[in-house]
């Protein structure tokens, strides 16, 4: 498994977001995928028919996961399975490619044969009872900061899919999810540089667990 990773989140405000832009853009790199750091991600949460990871994040649950599928710039060639577990305030993420065809045959329930071990469990799971629920749409702007193994998020633009398992679907129907511009998430590995821990101290941010999953869960 993937090293466990430290993860904090802060609620945002407009001028909590612009102000922090132009600090992290000052003191860190934006990310080497996109040019200006700046991209579209659609990602496609799991989940059972209980609704277990929804609740047991709602609950504050210290050890639970959740299987999703990513999609970046509405690009179809790209697109990752990721199983994201929490365990007790640390985090990893594994990852593994997936190709457009399979993501079709996942969604739709056709038959598929899994081409990696991540892959075998997400089967295995959908066999058991696990489903795919909605569509998690933002906007991510992304800075790295070498020491630390440091990388900082702004999300924003949140928009609920409602129902829509669609992943491919430019036409799906989303809704923004109110009260929420914006998402800093930084995470680190063994520590974190005193120059990034001032460019993300913010007077008045709110730390927390803060979860597009369940916030657009509240739609459906």
Known sequence: MSE???????????????????????????????????????????????????????????????????????DPGFVKLEKKIKRNGLCCKLTEPMRADTVRAVISGSSWTPEGPLLQELKARMASGLLPKTIVDYTREAYTFPAGNVRVTLDYDIRSGLDCTALFDAGCTTVPVPGYPAILAVKWDEFLPDIVRDAVALRGIRTGAFSKYAACRAYG
């Open 4 to 74: 466990l990773r430290h993860e904090l989140k802060h609620e945002l405000g407009t001028a909590e977001l612009l102000a922090l832009r132009q600090r992290l853009r000052a003191v860190l790199d934006p990310d080497k995928h996109s040019p200006d750091g700046r991209y579209s991600v659609r990602s496609l949460y799991f989940d059972d028919a209980r609704d277990t990871a929804l609740r047991e994040k709602q609950d504050g649950v210290g050890s639970r996961q959740k299987f999703r599928l990513r999609l970046y710039n509405g």
